[in-house]
């Protein structure tokens, strides 16, 4: 794969968000250092459908790292992550974050682990299985989804990796009304945040879910 050179506007476009959402200038250098990996990959391996840097830059990284503030420790999680969204760049941002990002399809799985490796993220592992396979019950604080399922599907398949008082932390588009009332027993939403993602046309919502009781 050849260099990847990232138009000047992607560094000019991540600044102005980063700097919009109250986050660290530095944290820059590596958000771009993993796009610019993504985007080659992209060329062969179709990682995602979004081509276009500038619109990776608002869809995918401050589109995650719209749900920076509400974890920070722990461990987390990020389940049918796909290329490590929103994992890797919420690894990048708290370093005292342990991350394992869940993904069965293999070629995304290998994408992240060269991530990871050429970003030396100590705190981020990739866990290439589908979510309902991963023998780790109770192992994590937080659950999250970007773009997985419904409510109840997540739960369906993840649930079992919360320890007892763990979160999931879902991202969703629009409020959802249907999915919060399609919830199964035993589980609640505790609350719902709007999220601010500069430059996405759109709701966005992160839904806190957990056990009741």
């Known amino acids: ?40 990959w992209n060329r062969t ?39 490590g969204l929103p994992g890797i760049p919420l690894a990048i941002t708290h370093p005292q974050l342990q991350v394992t990002l869940v993904e069965s399809n293999g070629k995304k799985a290998r994408f992240m682990r060269e991530a990871v490796r050429q970003l030396g993220l100590g705190n981020a592992r990739v866990a290439e299985s589908r979510a309902e396979a991963l023998d780790e019950p109770g192992a994590y604080d937080n659950l ?43 589980w609640q939403v505790q609350e719902v945040r709007p999220l601010q993602v500069p430059g996405l046309v759109g709701d966005r919502h992160l839904v806190v879910v957990a056990r009741k009781g």
């Open 1 to 40: 794969m050849n260099d990847t050179t990232l138009p000047r506007e992607v560094a000019s476009d991540l600044d102005h968000g980063l700097k919009a959402m109250g986050l660290d200038a530095a944290l820059a250098k590596p958000l771009l250092a993993y796009l610019t990996l993504l985007v080659r």
């Open 45 to 83: 391996y179709n990682l995602t459908a979004i081509r276009d840097p500038r619109e990776m830059v608002t869809r995918h990284l401050l589109d995650s790292l719209a749900m920076a503030a509400h974890v920070s420790s722990g461990s987390l999680a990020d389940l049918g992550t796909g290329p």
């Open 144 to 186: 999250t989804a970007r773009a997985m399922d419904t409510l109840a599907g997540i739960i369906e398949v993840g649930g079992h990796l919360l320890r007892p008082g763990g979160q999931l932390l879902a991202m969703k588009g629009v409020y959802p009304h249907e999915e919060i009332a399609q919830l199964p027993a035993g």
